[in-house]
């Protein structure tokens, strides 16, 4: 009797041991890594965009226990803003939980100014560039791209590295000379007229005919060009 209470003990200790040998042993890295993995897969990202998590350092003085299932991460509040508290938990019979901050940044692609721009002047190739910013950090209607808008003109002195704007430049200035196009289903006249208001892509300004004298709300369509829809 006493051989077989000796030999279930024996068993019994070679099983924990096994199991202690198979269950993972997890580091601080480790759990920083794979919540950082659950952020990033967990976070919609906005066309042409990326995001960048920062995952905060577990408390030094935190013991992780090893785990035999595997992790799972959550974010209970569901939430999908630039701050958010992930939730790693291990559930063993002995379960655990810790909760991790990450700060989610949202990049896009935003045409900046490369070089301080003076009113007045004129955007190019050489004073504009696109480079990835923080969504959260830019004010104002955004632009992501280049084309059409090299040719415009700043409204306003912008200074290097600040986000160009529809409200900072302006493809119709005012006092220029354009083109008035005026168009309906089944014809299209051009013709000159004087800008009396500025205005960026899609924005309606006034245009006066200087032939007739007429006064005329058009919308933007290119650099110097309107157009009226008939």
Known sequence: MINI???????FIWLSSLQAVSAKVLDKSY?????????????????????EVTVSKLDPRIVIKPCLSPLAANIPENHQGRNVNVKISCADTESWQLYLNAKVKTMIPVLI??????????????????????????????????????????????SKGTAITKRNICLVCKGENVTIIAKSSSFTIKTAGI????????????????????????????????????
Request: proline share 2%.
């Open 5 to 11: 209470q000796f030999l279930i003990i024996i068993i």
């Open 31 to 51: 759990i920083e890594d794979f919540a950082k993995s659950y952020v990033e897969k967990n976070t919609a990202i906005p066309s042409k965009g990326t995001i």
């Open 113 to 158: 100014a490369n070089a301080g721009i003076s009113k007045g002047s004129i955007l190019s190739s050489d004073n504009v560039n696109i480079e990835y910013k923080d969504q959260g950090s830019i004010r104002g209607e955004i632009i992501n791209t280049s084309n059409g808008i090299i040719g415009a003109k700043a409204k306003r002195t912008i």
């Open 195 to 230: 800008a009396l208001s500025s205005g960026s892509m899609g924005d309606q300004v006034s245009i006066k005919n200087p032939s007739s004298g007429r006064i005329v709300s058009a919308q933007v369509k290119a650099i110097n060009k309107v157009i009226i829809t008939l």
